[in-house]
């Protein structure tokens, strides 16, 4: 229909949370409006909400597509909406002051799109726009024409790895669970998405629900699973609400159920709520919390695969691995394959956070080099600053210097420098953090999230985590880096589950590529990034400063004393060091050294 | 039956035996603090480590299953590091008060730290705070000495199948507590203090009393009831201090609360030793002998018999006794009373 007018507004729970829906009802009350008047409007046009396209940091972005030429608007909010109404939609005339630059271009152009390519254009809350594209045909096709070996199959050919962090093979994981024995069989999709800054699975659900759960019926159907859960973060409400909406649309269509696309399959999928611990997304607490027990890692062997769920054969994938498998069915393994580095085929869902011009969810084909992710689909870093580290892989993963830059980001590559490709967190660091504290900030929550079952756990990150604190205050004592090293291997060698086994990432890798902050903050008590406020000392620019009081005003020990229009003194035997006059003041006038 | 390799000698084991118990049968020991041989296998001291050929990580030997033809090596200079550290790390939390603790002598973690020569701590750091005083007779919970092994928590809910205290909280606040960490309230068996790898569990009645100085072991039979646990009394002169079961008898080592902590009677002053008989309706009780006592009551169930029948003799035992002990009891009623009229509190 090309004389269609489309208005596509983002509504994920980023588009939402910059006033999506108002933008929404704005459009919905204005399109009526003008729909009085204008005919092609009343019939034509139509209003869409579709999930996250990856650009939270522009929203609310909407797009408003005429005769099929595509005009993306940003930072829309309900009151612009009239104008684009009346200017663009009725008028045919683009608002070029709102539309999106040429960063939004090279942020999505430099990108591989497989997982996320559905999303930001189909409604999420309707199974009839995922039908129209192509949507349950692989599980159809699946169900009608191919044997559950033959699904595993074009799975092991195809490459494709968990997405979830460990990077198993998925093909090999679903046959290991087939070759058992049992009279029932378990599918588990992992959306227990727990890393701080990660938001890959959230955006998927939001945006695409019914591509995991056809993810998950072919992989049902591959190792002979009925039941199938989806453990989800009570803590991502939107996706929880659209997932249940898919499951009963999907159950409605006749995809779930009984007799499943008239094949004879059996499987019902239900929805379990996690309680908000970090831990569960081990696979093994996962199941003990669907069990009903607390959430605490079990040793494996026996894996899940052979022993899971109710002491059942279970497989539990990563929801970005579940949206995978439809299009691999659709397009061939020898497709997919053809995507990504040698070892790590297709492609990975990113969120790039940080110190970074374009921050938000991207999906990148396996073997980019992190100098591309960085200052192609990133834009550089953020005010020009010189680049640092990247750290990746959530808070157990590695920071990489810059003499990695060119490091192709696999699952291979991340970890031959110490690092991991966990879920795809990606956080980026410039000259003004100080790694040290980036180490401690990490352990700040792994410890945290520990659950306390296992020693080199539950303790150890807590000894970390105080020699770590101790440094940036100004107490580090000689010897604690070979202390901290040692404590680090020995966690990671000893340690129950991947928590703990991955928690002393972030000190390793500091301490391998940065262990000069390390010696600066312990021998000459520096922060050489300025930020281990303990170890600076703050002073005031006689020159620079006007007198307007205002460090005065924010110091809460009343440390800073002087005439109102004269230079301001800071004492330093009172100073707590806190840092709100270096804050308070406009004139940069109080230096921190 | 499979052949595993462990420290260079070979032993025959059955399929789904764990590497521990593969080299407990050649006599190896690994130090554990988590492990229970009668309870499932949990994996969280992490004391138990081993290294197999072919695996990159040291893996528990208490988890995992032994396969034919696996190379165990239970010593090394590795191993030897991660051991330590984990007790280093388990003592770093720990009060160092073992001389004033009720655990002396009986203390598995006091016995790691003497194995591997922990005096100075590399990890001190800040200790948990517990102070809770529960409100019963039985148990003494003393947290800030748990080591977070577990034991407690299943042999509650695998043994007792009660389930009356759980794990809470994370990290380094993770704590076992009753729910809702309110007061333990319980069936008060006391198997949770039996398998206490430490002080942080014990009996309240065991308080002050000699740990080892002085201390005496009997082994006997319970008497509260016809399963006939094995007891083994710790008495110091004559007074039995405490009760505990080894866990290599028919009852396992796990005994219920009347059999750990109803021992009082023992040495009560109002508990009867010698048989006494009251001669008239509203005379005083005196003491007899055995003899005199039992000549008594056979004529006078002798002219009971005459004068009203055997019938109007009736027999009523214990179920204290042992199945032994009603047994001779029925049958004297039927032999040599000759009546049926026989029963006891759990029927026979």
Same mark, same amino acid.
């Given at each position: ?593 | ?144 000495? /748990?080591?977070? #092994? %577990?034991? &407690? *928590?299943? =042999? $509650? ?5 009660? +389930? @009356? !205290? ?19 309230? /319980?069936?008060? #068996? %006391?198997? &949770? *203090?039996? =398998? $206490? ?5 014990? +009996? @309240? !009645? ?22 006939? #646990? ?119």
């Amino acid at each position: 229909m090309s004389n269609e007018i489309v208005v596509n507004v983002c509504m994920g729970t980023g588009g939402i949370a910059a006033g999506g829906s108002q933008v929404m009802e704005a459009f919905i009350s204005e399109l009526e409006a003008a729909g009085v008047e204008n005919a092609t409007v009343k019939e034509k046009c139509r209003l869409h909400k579709v999930g996250c396209r990856g650009f939270c940091a522009r929203d609310v972005l909407v797009d408003i597509t005429i005769n099929g030429n595509v005009s993306t608007y940003q930072y829309i909010q309900a009151d612009m909406v009239p104008k684009l109404v009346k200017e663009h939609v009725v008028g045919g005339k683009p608002v070029s002051d709102w539309l999106v630059g040429e960063d939004y271009h090279t942020f999505h152009d430099n990108q591989t799109k497989i997982v996320l390519a559905d999303l930001g254009k189909i409604d999420p809350e309707s199974i009839d726009e995922y039908l129209a594209v192509d949507g349950y045909k692989a599980a159809q096709k699946v169900l009608d024409t191919m044997s559950p070996a033959d699904v595993i199959q074009t799975i092991k050919d195809s490459g494709l790895r968990g997405r979830g962090g460990g990077g198993f093979p998925t093909g090999v994981k679903w046959s290991f669970c087939a070759a058992n024995d049992s009279d029932q069989y378990y599918i588990i999709c992992n959306a227990d998405e727990g890393d701080p800054g990660a938001f890959m699975d959230r955006s998927i659900i939001e945006g695409n629900p019914h591509a995991v759960i056809e993810g998950m019926i072919i992989g049902a159907y591959a190792i002979g699973a009925s039941v199938g859960y989806i453990y989800i973060r009570a803590e991502y409400p939107l996706a929880v609400d659209r997932l249940n909406m898919a499951l009963k649309q999907a159950k409605e269509k006749g995809y779930l159920g009984e007799n499943l696309f008239g094949s004879g399959f059996n499987l019902q999928i239900k929805v379990k709520l996690g309680a908000g611990a970090f831990v569960c997304g081990e696979e093994t607490a996962l199941i003990a919390s669907i069990e009903g027990e607390r959430g605490m890692p079990r040793a494996k062997p026996p894996f899940p695969a052979n022993k899971g769920l109710w002491g059942k054969p279970t497989i539990i994938n990563n929801v970005e691995t579940f949206a995978n498998i439809p299009q691999i069915l659709n397009k061939g393994a020898d497709w997919f394959a053809s995507i990504g580095s040698e070892k790590s085929k297709g492609t990975k869902v990113i969120a790039l956070t940080g110190k970074i011009r374009n921050t938000g969810l991207i999906e990148i084909p396996m073997g980019m080099p992190l100098k591309d992710i960085i200052f192609n689909v990133g834009g550089g870093i953020e005010g020009d600053k010189l680049f640092k580290a990247v750290q990746t892989g959530g808070p157990s993963g590695g920071c990489i210097p810059q003499q990695h830059i060119d490091l192709p980001v696999d699952y291979e590559g991340l970890a031959s420098v110490g690092s991991m490709m966990g879920s795809g967190g990606m956080v980026v660091l410039d000259e003004t953090d100080c790694m040290v504290n980036i180490s401690k900030f990490f352990l700040e929550f792994t410890q945290a999230e520990s659950c306390g079952k296992c020693v080199p756990c539950r303790l150890g990150t807590k000894r970390l985590l105080e020699i770590l604190t101790r440094i940036v205050d100004g107490e580090g004592r000689e010897g604690d880096i070979e202390l901290l090293q040692e404590l680090a291997e020995d966690v990671r060698d000893s340690s129950l589950c991947g928590l703990g086994m991955s928690a002393p990432n972030p000190v390793l890798s500091t301490i391998k590529y940065f262990r000069h902050e390390y010696e600066a903050h312990i021998k000459q008590k520096k922060c050489p990034s300025k930020v281990c406020n303990k170890l600076l000392t703050f002073f005031i620019r006689e020159d620079m400063c006007i007198g307007c009081g205002m460090c005065a005003r924010a110091c809460s020990v009343k440390a800073i004393s002087g005439q109102v229009k004269q230079p301001h003194k800071i004492d330093n035997s009172v100073c707590i060091k806190c840092g709100a006059c270096f804050d308070a003041c406009k004139f940069s006038a109080v230096l921190k050294e | 039956m499979i052949t595993v390799t462990v420290d260079g000698r070979d032993v025959e084991v059955a399929e789904g035996t764990t590497v521990l118990e593969a080299a407990k049968k050649l006599g190896i020991n690994i130090p554990t603090l988590c492990h229970d041989d009668r309870l499932k296998p949990y994996g969280a001291c992490r004391l138990c480590v081993v290294e197999i050929a072919g695996m990159r990580k040291p893996v528990t030997s208490c988890t995992t299953p032994a396969t034919d033809n696996m190379i165990v090596k239970t010593q090394s200079e590795r191993l030897y590091r991660l051991r330590r550290t984990a007790v280093e790390l388990l003592l770093s939390d720990h009060p160092n008060d073992c001389m004033t603790c009720i655990g002396t002598g009986d203390c598995r973690l006091q016995e790691l730290a003497y194995q591997y020569g922990i005096r100075e701590n590399r990890f001190a750091g800040e200790m948990r705070d517990h102070h809770r005083i529960d409100k019963n007779p039985f148990v003494v919970r003393q947290q800030n000495k /748990c080591v977070m #092994c %577990g034991l &407690c *928590v299943r =042999v $509650c809910e695998e043994v007792q199948g009660v +389930g @009356a !205290i759980g794990f809470a909280e994370r990290g380094f606040e993770a704590k076992v507590i009753p729910p809702f960490g309110k007061d333990l309230d /319980c069936e008060f #068996c %006391g198997q &949770c *203090v039996s =398998v $206490c790898p430490t002080g942080a569990l014990s +009996g @309240a !009645i065991w308080a002050g009393k000699a740990r080892m100085e002085g201390v005496e072991k009997t082994d006997t039979t319970c008497t509260y009831c016809g399963c006939g #646990c094995n007891l083994t009394l710790s008495s110091n002169g004559d007074q039995v201090i405490r009760v505990t079961s080894d866990a290599n008898n028919h009852n396992r080592g796990w005994l219920c609360v009347k059999g750990r902590f109803g021992f009082d009677f023992i040495n009560s002053p109002e508990r009867l030793t010698r048989p006494m008989i009251r001669r008239e309706k509203g005379g005083t009780l005196e003491r007899v002998s055995w003899d005199e006592a039992l000549d008594f009551v056979a004529e006078r169930f002798t002219k009971i018999k005459k004068e009203s029948g055997a019938d109007a003799i009736g027999g009523l035992c214990s179920a204290r006794c042992t199945n032994e002990e009603n047994y001779i009891f029925q049958k004297m009623m039927r032999a040599a009373i000759g009546t049926n009229n026989i029963d006891h509190c759990a029927r026979y």
